[in-house]
């Protein structure tokens, strides 16, 4: 079994950056996959950013240019810097880890002011 505790959200004013923090329970080098995903009210999870066993990264078009995906093996630390940060950006981001089954942690909220 796998723990994840995301840590970094806050409010920030647009055009700012922010990086969340993913702590795993386990090493990180044995999983399948990461990834960042965000839940605004009203909408529907979804996938911010991921990052595969073997480095490969995948962005959200709307987040593409803004956001980076980065991993630290002796930490167990995964990682998402925001910047450029925009209104529509607010939301609750979720860590996920998959390894035969997927991962979650409790989430963290940021809140993009205009």
């Known amino acids: 079994q796998v723990q994840l505790v995301e840590s970094g959200g806050g409010l920030v004013q647009a055009g700012g950056s922010l990086r969340l923090s993913c702590a795993a329970s386990a090493s990180i080098s044995i999983l399948n996959g990461m990834g960042w995903y965000r839940q605004a009210p009203g909408k529907e999870r979804e996938l911010v950013a991921l990052i595969t066993r073997a480095g490969s990264t995948n962005y959200a078009d709307s987040v593409k240019g803004r956001f980076t995906i980065s991993r630290d093996y002796a930490k167990n630390t995964m990682y998402l810097q925001m910047n450029s940060l925009k209104p529509e950006d607010t939301a609750v981001y979720y860590c996920?880890?998959?390894?035969?089954?997927?991962?979650w942690g409790q989430g963290t909220q940021v809140t993009v002011s205009s």
């Open positions: 996920n880890a998959y390894l035969r089954i997927d991962y």
